[in-house]
């Protein structure tokens, strides 16, 4: 009967003792989880405040678009409204000179004459224009001087 009990304790001690030796690993086992679930929440937490960062940032770069955007549209709004005004301006010019060039002839010539001083090979063409033209009274030469004396 002892044998009997020593056996009966043996077959017990035995169970127990795997028991104890699963308790304790699932103890390290479960704070072992637990390690890593704190990291992996801390992890979740930066990368939320991360997330939060950058939508905020986007957020943000977001509207400095719009407005830059909002600002090169007005600024080529006012290209437009700059050009067409240099157009009618220019426009404007023409039709005076036009009526300056139709009401004194003398000006037609004299103008034809300081362009030449720009441009020498013009003197060339107003020269052979001023042997036919009805109001040539002076040499090129003459009138250019006087042209340049009147500036």
Not at 3 to 28: G, V
Not at 93 to 122: G, M, Q, W
Request: net charge neutral; with cysteine.
């Amino acid at each position: 009967m002892q044998e009997y009990l020593s056996i009966t304790r043996n077959h017990l001690w035995f169970p127990q003792a795997q028991l104890q030796t699963n308790a304790t690993e699932s103890s390290e086992a479960e704070i072992a989880l637990h390690t890593e679930v704190r990291g992996l929440r801390s992890e979740l937490d930066e990368a939320k405040r991360k997330a939060s960062r950058l939508s905020q940032e986007h957020r943000e770069l977001t509207l400095h678009l719009e407005a830059s955007e909002k600002d090169k549209e007005a600024l080529k709004q006012t290209v437009k409204e700059l050009e067409e005004s240099k157009r009618q301006q220019e426009r404007a010019v023409e039709r005076l000179n036009k009526e300056v060039r139709s009401r004194d002839p003398i000006y037609s010539f004299t103008n034809k004459s300081f362009c030449s001083l720009e441009h020498p090979t013009a003197d060339l063409r107003i020269h052979s224009t001023q042997k036919n033209h009805p109001l040539c009274f002076f040499p090129l030469s003459t009138l250019v001087s006087s042209v340049s004396m009147s500036l």
